[in-house]
């Protein structure tokens, strides 16, 4: 697997010196996008159009369980996990692709180039074409799941490990991916 020490993680709560004091919430680090009076907690930016503004809007998934990338987050991280593969896959490529677009799940293209999304982040590998590799299935799997095993300061979630993901939709992503002529 590709190495790659870029900083970038939108999972994480953005670095928002902008924001104004009232939405942060006591508790967590200063710079987390938290607001208590909103359901899920959690703030999402959104760009209010020829403003040069960012909105602050609720998310629709409490971000605050996980451990971020703020310098802030002293809560120790679950620790990297291996985990084994139990085959067949029994992924469905067409839930996996809508994992990976989704905000609230995947969001993978937020660091990845896939087909069909013309914004997509740079900070990641390319996944176009992501066939041609021929990875085995369990590779990609623990990627996904906790890609720290082969990347200690991997900056990709580990979407297992944390239960960002459960595992069959780990499975449908692997399926997607291993789909992408
Ligand atoms: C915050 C950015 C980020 C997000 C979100 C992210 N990744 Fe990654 N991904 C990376 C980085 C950086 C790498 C390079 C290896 C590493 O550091 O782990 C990587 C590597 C990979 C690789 C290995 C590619 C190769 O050819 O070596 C796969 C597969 C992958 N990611 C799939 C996914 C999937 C599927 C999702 C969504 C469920 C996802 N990634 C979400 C940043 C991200």
């Not at 369980?65 to 291996?82: C, E, G, H, N, T």
């Not at 905000?103 to 590998?125: F, M, N, S």
């Not at 906790?146 to 399926?175: C, H, K």
Request: with cysteine; charged share 20%; net charge positive.
């Amino acid at each position: 697997m590709r190495i790659c020490t870029r900083f970038l993680c939108l999972f994480a709560f953005i670095s928002t010196a902008w924001l104004s004091p009232s939405a942060f919430s006591s508790g967590f680090p200063t710079d987390f996008a938290v607001d208590p009076s909103v359901v899920n907690l959690t703030l999402e930016p959104k760009v209010v159009v020829n403003s040069g503004k960012l909105e602050w809007v609720p998310f629709s998934r409490d971000l605050t369980p996980w451990v971020s990338l703020s310098y802030a987050d002293k809560r120790p991280a679950a620790k990297p996990r291996q985990v084994k593969l139990v085959e067949p896959l029994q992924g469905d490529p067409v839930r996996g692709r809508a994992l990976a677009m989704a905000r609230d799940k995947g969001y993978c293209i937020v660091c990845h180039q896939l087909p069909g999304e013309q914004w997509a982040g740079t900070v990641g590998a390319l996944l176009l074409s992501f066939k041609k590799h021929k990875y085995p299935d369990e590779l990609v799997f623990q990627q996904i799941f906790d890609s720290r095993v082969f990347n200690p300061i991997s900056v990709m979630p580990p979407y297992g490990t944390f239960g960002i993901l459960n595992e069959q939709e780990i499975r449908d992503l692997v399926a997607y991916l291993q789909s992408l002529d």
